[in-house]
């Protein structure tokens, strides 16, 4: 079956990229509303870091937990990965791994295959399910988008601290602890010294060593890597 003969069974792994993730979900919500069903399967990292930039409710409206549309998280699938399966016994015509961290693509390439999400791909490749990347790490520096972080210069340690005081996940203190931020941004008002800011573009140089592997990535086999999630759309298109 060619991906462009139906409605896809999708699998879609994310990993904790901060790079591309806000376009991946994106992209990921406009397929789901083209009709196609989208199991989404996320690393440890990728479900930390979703949440950190505020997008990991939002997977619910892409994923309904209605069967080949459930969200499988890293934390909960035991050490063997059975619902990985699935790929085996054809229950998906295309995996789709955007962000795919630097970390991810080293691992697949290697053959590595000890987290959902690099299970996901070597069963996807070992069944022949098309398998589309977008690393994103290639061959050119990135800007990357940053989660929310207390700028010291303007935070003057108030006595009441009402991002602190109101923040419902209790992630502020005197820094914020991401691992409990939910990205919600409410914080960023509510500071009298405009000390809180999210989404800072940060450059950030690509090592060698990353760009080889995207390359390596780029020919094995059943594998398409793209630079951009927004390209997935003209090619299943
Ligand atoms: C906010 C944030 C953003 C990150 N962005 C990236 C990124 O753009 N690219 C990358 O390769 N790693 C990034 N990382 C680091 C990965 O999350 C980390 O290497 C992790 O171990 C990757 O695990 P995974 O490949 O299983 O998802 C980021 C980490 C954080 C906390």
Redesign the pocket.
Same mark, same amino acid.
């Given at each position: 079956m060619s991906p462009n003969d139906r409605y896809l069974r999708i699998a879609w792994g994310?990993?904790? %990229? !901060?790079?591309?993730?806000r376009e991946s979900y994106g992209v990921m919500k406009e397929l789901k509303d083209r009709g196609h069903s989208i199991t989404t399967f996320?690393?440890? %990292? !990728?479900e930390?870091?979703s949440k950190?930039?505020g997008l990991f409710d939002s997977l619910n409206e892409i994923s309904d937990g209605s069967y080949l549309n459930e969200i499988y998280l890293?934390s909960n699938q035991g050490s063997s990965f059975p619902k990985i399966g699935r790929f085996n016994v054809g229950r998906y015509d295309l995996f789709i791994l955007t962000?795919?961290?630097?970390?991810?693509?080293a691992?697949i390439v290697f053959g590595i295959a000890d987290?959902?999400?690099?299970n996901c791909a070597a069963q996807a490749m070992k069944s022949g399910v098309p398998t589309y990347v977008v690393p994103?790490?290639w061959d050119s520096d990135?800007t990357?988008?940053?989660?929310y972080t207390i700028d010291r210069s303007k935070c003057l340690s108030c006595e009441d601290c009402p991002p602190g005081d109101s923040c419902p996940n209790e992630a502020i203190t005197d820094q914020i602890d991401?691992l409990r931020c939910k990205g919600c941004g409410s914080c960023v008002e509510l500071c009298r010294n405009g000390a809180i800011s999210g989404g800072e573009a940060v450059p950030?140089k690509i090592r060698k060593v990353?760009s080889r592997n995207t390359k390596m990535l780029s020919e094995m086999e059943s594998v398409i890597i793209f630079r951009r999630p927004k390209e997935i759309l003209s090619k299943i298109e």
């Open positions: 994310i990993t904790g %990229a !901060g790079h591309y993730l996320l690393s440890r %990292a !990728g930390e870091v950190m930039y890293d962000p795919a961290t630097s970390n991810t693509v691992k987290t959902l999400v690099t994103v790490d990135v990357s988008e940053m989660p991401l950030l990353d």
